[in-house]
């Protein structure tokens, strides 16, 4: 016997999603072409007695998220997200910024079919850890992206 979902419950659908980042940032909600979800890792700590051994949560962590960006022409993603880069690090001094400058929060949505939200990630201080400014081929005809990791301190389901 086959069961399906019953039509009163609506499957959340990956492609129903927005990003919100710091208004300083200026990045619009509509160049994120992907936004990988929050995962955790939890250590398991192990007991040992005689011949056996136990375990119980140990330290945890939030992984590192996978973004994809659009980069069109003007506003330039690639120049919005250098500039945030540059909190971090710039190549031209040396020069490294302060975490309080360069974290940043972001919130990400999920909708339903209306654009209600159903479901909100709080990620607290998120910074970068990675940045792929993509390729360019005259092989190719598509749209040019920007691969970006951040890495969380924590992530909030707050609904």
Known sequence: MIRSI???YEPKRINRF????????GIEVW??????RPSMKINSVQIQYMN?????AGRYSWEEMQLTFYDPIGPSTSQQLMEWVRLH????TGRMGYAAGYKKN???????????EVEKWTL????????DFGENSYE???????????QPWRCILNM
């Open 52 to 56: 056996e051994q136990d375990y119980v």
């Open 18 to 25: 927005f990003a919100e980042f710091s208004d300083d940032l």
């Open 89 to 92: 690090a710039e190549s031209l």
């Open 31 to 36: 160049k994120i072409q992907k936004f990988k």
């Open 140 to 150: 190719e005809d598509g749209l040019t992206t920007i691969q970006l990791t951040l």
């Open 6 to 8: 019953p039509f009163q």
């Open 124 to 131: 607290e201080q998120c910074m970068i850890t990675a940045i």
């Open 106 to 116: 972001v919130l990400l949505k999920a909708v339903d079919p209306t654009g209600i």
